[in-house]
């Protein structure tokens, strides 16, 4: 079985500074890990997903996260978080079946 | 491309009213999820389809709900009666199966029962 755990239910930074998101994961197979980005009013968009080989994954707009087996963790960062950044984040995870198990999500709130 | 596309984008009804939410998936997708989002317990998968056949609806939290797949491009979800607390955002999303693969999600259904 899998499941996910989202660190912070709101995080908070400045315009410009480091973006970290945390998530860690439990799963009883090598999991496939996904992040997702909601806007208000849209669905879920995959930001980035990591399968097999590299363990630093690059997504779009400028995140990236780093699977970290030992740790069981898949956080999430960017090195200059922008006004357009504010969003809700989700963590996800899947064995070898065929539902991703999301985390409760975190909010991500950009300082001016 | 066009994306999942889900049906109406709002809802508001009258308790005990019968609700029918559609969706379209993605051309292709054999799989299809329905999932309801509110603030209190987050995203919950209520059911998913493969190849137009109920997979799991363990997540469905009552008999008032029913799902159906009759074609590989639609699906409707549907609440009779329909209560307050079923009030939510109601997502659609399809995927090409497996785990490794990413789900593509509409831009959800945001229903209220008054």
Known sequence: AQSVTQLGSHVSVSEGALVLLRCNYSSSVPPYLFWYVQYPNQGLQLLLKYTTGATLVKGINGFEAEFKKSETS?????????????AEYFCAVSGRDDKIIFGKGTRLHILP | DAGVIQSPRHEVTEMGQEVTLRCKPISGHDYLFWYRQTMMRGL???????????????????????????????????????????????????????GNQPQHFGDGTRLSIL
């Not at chain 2, 029913?66 to 997502?91: C, G, H, W």
């Open chain 2, 44 to 98: 919950e998968l209520l059911i998913y389809f493969n190849n137009n056949v109920p997979i799991d609806d363990s997540g469905m939290p009552e008999d008032r709900f029913s799902a159906k797949m009759p074609n590989a491009s639609f699906s409707t979800l549907k609440i009779q009666p329909s209560e307050p607390r079923d009030s939510a955002v109601y997502f659609c999303a399809s995927s090409t199966g497996q």
């Open chain 1, 74 to 86: 898949f956080h999430l960062t960017k090195p200059s978080a922008h006004m357009s950044d504010a």
